[in-house]
């Protein structure tokens, strides 16, 4: 049964310029909500008649929060920002289907791409799957230094691959590049959230390996229920026939149309 | 009068036990996990996602945008046709709700497409009740052209009269000089009701690409900003033509529905609101009785009959 | 390139240092207390309220209404006449501010009066330009009607050309089913230019006395929630028509003001925006070189190049 | 010159059901407001497109406060009370004429007569004239004990006369018939504010004598300025001709009509 509830923000840092880390504590279905999974935060102005759809970065049922990432961008996320700390937020989730890992053993060998705000639902993932055992390598990639954050999550959980635009940190250049001086590695499965560049990548280059593609992609959502057809996304078929916010937003990367 | 009563409406093939219905395109088929939050017995009767003969993708996106209080679409009437609608949607929906009235959207490019989705749909058993979409402003044929011009608008009625075995309910575009002359050629045409508003045709501009957000450029405007247009036309139209109203266009609330009953309607639909509270059908309906006793309305039959029985004196 | 030359916009008429100019009837004819606010001289223009050839009492109070993210109006054309403004008032705006140029809105009941006051306007050397409206929903002889039949419109911008001595540029309704029509029309009419959009027709009801709020019933909506449908017209009559436009409808930031320019617009006009924020102009006049420059926007003029440039192309 | 300044909420609290006092502190142009004189109050939130009139209660330039009463009645009324204290209002004024009271002298007899919300701008007004060294009388009516508030302010400057619809204090009636029986007196000023019943009451009642009468209207504004020509009244001739934003709130009583 899915439900909305009030949740309160018990704390907001910057992470790093316009990014933000926010945690909310109060009633969730913490049961339900997976990695990949996202919430529709109502913004607290009647102005907006659409609620944001935020990935789920971290979750801890015992204190009951949930922890969101986000990015500045425009104004519901300005105005996101400028919440204070002790307001309320509406919060309807869990939501979407998730990266699918019910089935990953513990001896498999798993790769992370993310980038951006791409990378969020990666950090509850990579936790995920280190409970599970798995050897986690996970690629992420910013433009400059100073725009990283999740390091520490990710180094807790496996290997990190750090790459930037400018080579400030890390590997000079984007995470394909990154990837293309690693050594030839097999992934069993292959996991990716980021911009739509980074996920045709990603396509592409395990297209010809037996990996596992799961690329979990944005789509600018009215309901995020499945009620309203606004998400779509083509696969195979070039029909518009997958909702982003049900029947994703993970889709399997052999078959979405990006 | 029990609480029950107070709500209770009656428009041609529609007995409801309260007016409050999601509106075409906002609630899919019942397939949507706004059904898990409520149950959709609560609800005076559902509408339906447009259905057209053949399946449609629909555009391209994005499809969706916001505006200041408001939300542009551009879905462009996607859905799986009419014959695998009857098959495997409406079946899964009345097996789960046998007794919530049925609304189903129908549209087409033709008019030939319109009565032939008309005359399967209504000889489903399934609905209770079509609504006319002659008034979509996403797709490039047909659609809105249906809704603008009062002769097309009526001798399209006209047709899809003859051939539906349940009552027909026009939906109106806002989107035209004069609201009331297509309300009267639906009239003359037969139809059994009218449904007002759909959306208003609107853009917006993404500042940094210089081109139009959406996909398809253009798409409709919904939710609260454009509650007063919609309060307007059907105050006109209800003036004009003695016919039922399902009212839409940015309600929210209980005071919404009430407004739009002072204006002449005689049931709603909620569309835009649920995207921000997706039990506002509910919510809706629960309010509605305390509502009412503040503003001393008795029941909303009464309220129908005193608008629109007092039409003579009060202009 | 100067901070100066890139706002500075080139228009029949107007050669504005910037685009921004406060819309008719929300900025009387500069004398009232918002003037105090700030330096009128900073406006691109000033458009002035509507002038009548009689002076008109305007509609029964209550005249203004709200509604979510909008304001309903009517005033109906309330004015002084013709020859007061251009005794009382347009001088003593003439000597504050000699150097800003005016924008005279004008309106009738009759072409004749229209074209009456047209010619004395524009006679008086004080004025850069005149705004025909003939889309004012507030009254009920004239008005509207000019602005909803193409044939109608066009004859009364012909009649008004011909005396005018000044540019002439015909303001549009929204509430028509063709824009484009109405403005292909009065183009043909000889408009040098157009002004888009007035409010479009809206209703509010008071749940207590459950009759509409307005003293005229029905007012025009103006302000954020109309934008899109704004947008959507300015965009469609900018590929339609070779005319400059003059935007307006919900303007209340830089970045609306960009909007605007990327749907075909040439200049601004703000109302709504003034009840809220007194300076509104002045403070959109300054934030616009900054929003430009992280839009790598160089210069207004440069961009309406780009846009109305880009017309073959980009459909 | 006339300014808009953000002021911060100090103080709110109910006065009676569903009326509250706010206090707010910062920069406002105290030299210019008068008795009588209202602000335009923006709302907290994007959807609200018009300002509140509200009139000024009570001035502490020293303080720099600003003093309002109002009566929650709708939507803006209710977000108004919900704003929490520490909150910033931008607030437009003084605007408006204001009661005219250069011109009294120490030894005139004037009477205030106000009912529900129009009592606020009484309050400063009786102060005022106080000042002056007048004799003030105040009569004052509610629909019924509980929703009183102003009495100690009212007896601190003169004489009080409450009136309950309900009789539960004071006089049982409205004020006109409170005023009706008192014994004659010769006022030289009548300043009223409030419902249009009780204007038209002091307009009749005080027609016959040589009193001044001072009227503050209400109207529904949209600029406050005299831009917009929305608030309008009509005088004598029967033409809108009179902006209630700053030709009034306060008319002569012998002009205008109601
Ligand atoms: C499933 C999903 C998960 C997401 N997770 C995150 C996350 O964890 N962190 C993060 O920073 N961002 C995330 N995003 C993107 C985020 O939703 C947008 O950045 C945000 O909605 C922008 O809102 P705004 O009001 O600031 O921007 P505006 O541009 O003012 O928003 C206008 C409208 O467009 C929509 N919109 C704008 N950009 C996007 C986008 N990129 N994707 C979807 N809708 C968009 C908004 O939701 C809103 O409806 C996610 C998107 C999706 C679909
Ligand atoms: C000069 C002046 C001084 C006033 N002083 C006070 C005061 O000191 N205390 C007090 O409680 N009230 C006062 N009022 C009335 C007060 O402005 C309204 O009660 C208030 O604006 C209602 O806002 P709302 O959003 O709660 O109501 P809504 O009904 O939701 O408001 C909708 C619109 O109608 C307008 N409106 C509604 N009622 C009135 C009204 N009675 N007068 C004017 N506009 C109205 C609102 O301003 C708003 O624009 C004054 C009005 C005027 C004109
Ligand atoms: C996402 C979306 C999809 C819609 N699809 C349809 C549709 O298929 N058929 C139709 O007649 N109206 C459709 N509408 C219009 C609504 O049914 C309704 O008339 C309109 O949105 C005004 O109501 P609202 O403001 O409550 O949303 C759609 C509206 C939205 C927002
Ligand atoms: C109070 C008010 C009075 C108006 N009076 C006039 C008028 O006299 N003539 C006219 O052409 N438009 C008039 N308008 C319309 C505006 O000029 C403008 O076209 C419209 O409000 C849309 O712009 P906005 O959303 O920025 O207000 C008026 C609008 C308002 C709100
Ligand atoms: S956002 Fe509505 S169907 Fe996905
Ligand atoms: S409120 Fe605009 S003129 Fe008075």
């Given at each position: 049964?899915?439900?909305?509830?009030?949740?309160?923000?018990?704390?907001?840092?910057?992470?790093?310029?316009?990014?933000?880390?926010?945690?909310?504590?109060?009633?969730?279905?913490?049961?339900?909500?997976?990695?990949?999974?996202?919430?529709?935060?109502?913004?607290?102005?009647?102005?907006?008649?659409?609620?944001?759809?935020?990935?789920?970065?971290?979750?801890?049922?015992?204190?009951?929060?949930?922890?969101?990432?986000?990015?500045?961008?425009?104004?519901?996320?300005?105005?996101?920002?400028?919440?204070?700390?002790?307001?309320?937020?509406?919060?309807?989730?869990?939501?979407?289907?998730?990266?699918?890992?019910?089935?990953?053993?513990?001896?498999?060998?798993?790769?992370?791409?993310?980038?951006?705000?791409?990378?969020?639902?990666?950090?509850?993932?990579?936790?995920?799957?280190?409970?599970?055992?798995?050897?986690?390598?996970?690629?992420?990639?910013?433009?400059?230094?100073?725009?990283?954050?999740?390091?520490?999550?990710?180094?807790?959980?496996?290997?990190?691959?750090?790459?930037?635009?400018?080579?400030?940190?890390?590997?000079?250049?984007?995470?394909?590049?990154?990837?293309?001086?690693?050594?030839?590695?097999?992934?069993?499965k292959v996991y990716a959230c980021?911009?739509?560049?980074?996920?045709?990548?990603?396509?592409?280059?395990?297209?010809?390996?037996?990996?596992?593609?799961?690329?979990?992609?944005?789509?600018?959502?009215?309901?995020?229920?499945?009620?309203?057809?606004?998400?779509?996304?083509?696969?195979?078929?070039?029909?518009?026939?997958?909702?982003?916010?049900?029947?994703?937003?993970?889709?399997?990367?052999?078959?979405?149309?990006? | 009068?029990?609480?029950?009563?107070?709500?209770?409406?009656?428009?041609?093939?529609?007995?409801?036990?309260?007016?409050?219905?999601?509106?075409?395109?906002?609630?899919?088929?019942?397939?949507?996990?706004?059904?898990?939050?409520?149950?959709?017995?609560?609800?005076?009767?559902?509408?339906?996602?447009?259905?057209?003969?053949?399946?449609?993708?629909?555009?391209?996106?994005?499809?969706?945008?916001?505006?200041?209080?408001?939300?542009?679409?551009?879905?462009?009437?996607?859905?799986?046709?009419?014959?695998?609608?009857?098959?495997?949607?409406?079946?899964?929906?009345?097996?789960?709700?046998?007794?919530?009235?049925?609304?189903?959207?129908?549209?087409?490019?033709?008019?030939?497409?319109?009565?032939?989705?008309?005359?399967?749909?209504?000889?489903?058993?399934?609905?209770?009740?079509?609504?006319?979409n002659i008034s979509c402003p996403?797709?490039?044929?047909?659609?809105?052209?249906?809704?603008?011009?009062p002769q097309i608008a009526q001798?399209?009625?006209?047709?899809?009269?003859?051939?539906?075995?349940?009552?027909?309910?026009?939906?109106?575009?806002?989107?035209?000089?004069?609201?009331?002359?297509?309300?009267?050629?639906?009239?003359?045409?037969?139809?059994?009701?009218?449904?007002?508003?759909?959306?208003?045709?609107?853009?917006?501009?993404?500042?940094?690409?210089?081109?139009?957000?959406?996909?398809?450029?253009?798409?409709?405007?919904?939710?609260?900003?454009?509650?007063?247009?919609?309060?307007?036309?059907?105050?006109?139209?209800?003036?004009?033509?003695?016919?039922?109203?399902?009212?839409?266009?940015?309600?929210?609330?209980?005071?919404?529905?009430?407004?739009?009953?002072?204006?002449?309607?005689?049931?709603?639909?909620?569309?835009?609101?649920?995207?921000?509270?997706?039990?506002?059908?509910?919510?809706?309906?629960?309010?509605?009785?305390?509502?009412?006793?503040?503003?001393?309305?008795?029941?909303?039959?009464?309220?129908?009959?005193?608008?629109?029985?007092?039409?003579?004196?009060?202009?």
């Amino acid at each position: 049964m899915l439900t909305k509830s009030d949740m309160r923000i018990i704390a907001q840092e910057e992470l790093a310029p316009s990014i933000y880390r926010i945690v909310l504590y109060g009633k969730f279905d913490y049961a339900q909500a997976r990695p990949g999974c996202f919430v529709m935060l109502k913004l607290p102005d009647g102005t907006y008649q659409l609620r944001r759809p935020l990935a789920i970065a971290a979750l801890a049922p015992l204190q009951e929060t949930i922890t969101l990432i986000y990015r500045v961008v425009g104004d519901g996320t300005h105005l996101l920002q400028q919440t204070a700390v002790g307001a309320q937020l509406n919060i309807l989730g869990p939501l979407g289907n998730g990266f699918p890992i019910e089935n990953v053993e513990s001896t498999e060998n798993v790769l992370l791409v993310g980038g951006g705000t791409g990378v969020p639902p990666l950090m509850l993932l990579a936790q995920a799957l280190k409970d599970k055992g798995c050897k986690v390598t996970t690629a992420i990639g910013f433009r400059t230094a100073a725009l990283i954050f999740g390091e520490k999550e990710f180094e807790d959980n496996g290997q990190l691959l750090l790459a930037t635009d400018d080579g400030s940190k890390g590997f000079q250049g984007n995470v394909g590049q990154l990837l293309a001086t690693q050594p030839e590695q097999t992934y069993t499965k292959v996991y990716a959230c980021g911009p739509n560049g980074l996920l045709q990548m990603v396509q592409t280059r395990f297209a010809g390996t037996t990996a596992e593609i799961y690329l979990s992609l944005e789509s600018r959502m009215a309901c995020g229920v499945g009620a309203c057809e606004g998400c779509v996304v083509s696969t195979k078929d070039g029909t518009y026939n997958k909702r982003v916010c049900v029947e994703g937003p993970v889709f399997n990367g052999r078959e979405v149309r990006l | 009068m029990t609480a029950a009563s107070r709500l209770a409406v009656e428009l041609p093939g529609l007995n409801l036990k309260n007016p409050v219905m999601p509106a075409s395109g906002c609630f899919g088929f019942g397939d949507n996990r706004y059904a898990e939050m409520f149950d959709l017995n609560e609800l005076g009767a559902i509408i339906i996602k447009a259905a057209t003969l053949k399946p449609r993708a629909g555009n391209p996106v994005p499809r969706i945008a916001e505006t200041t209080s408001g939300v542009l679409n551009a879905v462009g009437l996607q859905n799986p046709g009419v014959d695998v609608i009857l098959r495997e949607k409406l079946p899964v929906l009345h097996q789960k709700y046998p007794t919530l009235p049925v609304v189903a959207n129908i549209a087409g490019a033709t008019q030939a497409e319109y009565v032939e989705v008309a005359k399967r749909m209504s000889a489903s058993g399934m609905v209770s009740a079509l609504e006319l979409n002659i008034s979509c402003p996403n797709v490039h044929e047909g659609g809105m052209l249906f809704g603008t011009d009062p002769q097309i608008a009526q001798q399209l009625t006209k047709a899809v009269k003859e051939v539906s075995q349940v009552p027909v309910y026009v939906k109106l575009s806002p989107n035209v000089t004069d609201i009331v002359a297509i309300a009267q050629a639906v009239a003359a045409g037969g139809a059994d009701g009218l449904s007002m508003i759909n959306t208003l045709l609107g853009m917006r501009i993404d500042l940094n690409s210089r081109k139009p957000i959406l996909g398809n450029k253009t798409g409709g405007l919904s939710g609260p900003g454009i509650k007063p247009i919609a309060v307007r036309m059907i105050y006109q139209v209800s003036r004009a033509v003695d016919l039922p109203i399902i009212a839409m266009g940015g309600i929210e609330s209980a005071a919404d529905v009430l407004e739009m009953y002072m204006a002449g309607a005689s049931a709603v639909a909620i569309g835009t609101a649920h995207f921000n509270n997706p039990t506002a059908c509910p919510d809706i309906i629960k309010a509605l009785p305390s509502k009412m006793e503040d503003l001393k309305i008795n029941s909303l039959s009464e309220l129908i009959a005193e608008v629109r029985g007092g039409y003579p004196n009060d202009d």
